[in-house]
T-cell receptor, first 113, second 114 residues
């Protein structure tokens, strides 16, 4: 089955700096890669996703890149703000195979003001 | 807005007790999921359901069962709670045909088994 590795497990950045979180996946048939953000005391919430027919997607300060050949994808947050502090999860699945998401272990991001 | 609610935010049970965790969604979603979240282990899928009375095992179904009698409600059952089931439990839902598209999560139930 699919296995998703996520690094780093913790990340501290100064406010205004960029943050990058990386994930690798094992199943070359996976074609849908979402990122979820979990704030303290809340359930995870989707912040951005990408499909395998796209190499990069951007939404304001966040962007995701996908390298299908290397089977890795990354989340980039620019101009970080204190409210970006949270736990971030990457995930992978075969969207057209009716299979559930497989999540990485998460990255705790701390933005220091 | 999609709303997924879970019956309790915090729950303390004794070893051997039967425990019910309830999840209700108000957006008529066909698919519902139960995960457990542990530090350093991320989100692990316990069971999911893509229709009423349907259920599928996830990655860690041992020690758990589920019930989906109504479309909006998905229950997780611990038949005989054990201390290694102390965890945060998260419920999620999304609409049919998009099983891997956005999942909407509840706030979680932190279960402690003593």
């Amino acid at each position: 089955g699919e296995n998703v590795e996520q690094h780093p497990s913790t990340l501290s950045v100064q406010e205004g700096d960029s943050a990058v979180i990386k994930c690798t996946y094992s199943d070359s048939a996976s074609n849908y890669f979402p990122w979820y953000k979990q704030e303290l005391g809340k359930g995870p919430q989707l912040i951005i996703d990408i499909r395998s027919n796209v190499g990069e997607k951007k939404d304001q300060r966040i962007a995701v890149t996908l390298n299908k050949t290397a089977k890795h994808f990354s989340l980039h947050i620019t101009e970080t703000q204190p409210e970006d502090s949270a736990v971030y999860f990457c995930a992978a699945s075969k969207a057209w195979g009716n299979t559930p998401l497989v999540f990485g272990k998460g990255t705790r991001l701390s933005v220091i003001a | 807005d999609v709303k997924v609610t879970q019956s309790s935010r915090y729950l303390v049970k004794r070893t051997g007790e039967k425990v019910f965790l309830e999840c209700v969604q108000d957006m008529d979603h066909e698919n519902m999921f139960w995960y457990r979240q542990d530090p350093g282990l991320g989100l692990r899928l316990i069971y999911f359901s893509y229709d009423v009375k349907m259920k599928e095992k996830g990655d860690i179904p041992e020690g758990y069962s589920v019930s989906r009698e109504k479309k909006e409600r998905f229950s997780l059952i611990l038949e005989s709670a054990s201390t290694n089931q102390t965890s945060m439990y998260l419920c999620a839902s999304n609409p049919r045909g998009q099983i891997t598209y956005e999942q909407y999560f509840g706030p979680g139930t932190r279960l402690t088994v003593t």
